[in-house]
Nanobody, 127 residues
Framework: QVQLVESGGGLVQAGASLRLSCAAS????????MGWFRQAPGKEREFVAA????????SYADSVKGRFTISRDNARNTVYLQMNSLKPEDTAVYYC????????????????????WGQGTQVTVSS
């Protein structure tokens, strides 16, 4: 497993942007796909976005397509989530996660494919 530390959350108005960062401690960071999930109060954790180990492949939940962009910098062991045109329904705690198997891209939207999770960062979007 790997230690993950998210940052960049906050309180913004609808239409604003935020960029979340997730720093990983693992030296083999570049071998693992990474994902972002979120959990709103009273709701289950849901998939937001995933990125392959090289960054050449990405996937997104339909609710964030065209507004959010996931990226990674393997030299810095960091994955990012750029969130634009934020909506009140994006309010949630956002978690980054590392896949449990190296070089795996299958089922990247399933939380069971990830075995390392950060502590989460709160994103609140006011209307």
């Amino acid at each position: 497993q790997v230690q993950l530390v998210e940052s960049g959350g906050g309180l913004v108005q609808a239409g604003a942007s935020l960029r979340l960062s997730c720093a990983a401690s693992r030296r083999t960071f570049s071998m693992y796909a990474m994902g972002w999930f979120r959990q709103a109060p009273g709701k289950e954790r849901e998939f937001v976005a995933a990125i392959s180990w090289t960054g050449s492949r990405t996937s997104y939940a339909d609710s964030v397509k065209g507004r959010f962009t996931i990226s990674r910098d393997n030299a810095r062991n960091t994955v990012y989530l750029q969130m634009n045109s934020l909506k009140p329904e994006d309010t949630a705690v956002y978690y980054c996660a590392a896949q449990k198997s190296a070089y795996n891209w299958g089922n990247n939207a399933e939380s069971t494919q990830y075995d390392s999770w950060g502590q989460g960062t709160q994103v609140t979007v006011s209307s």
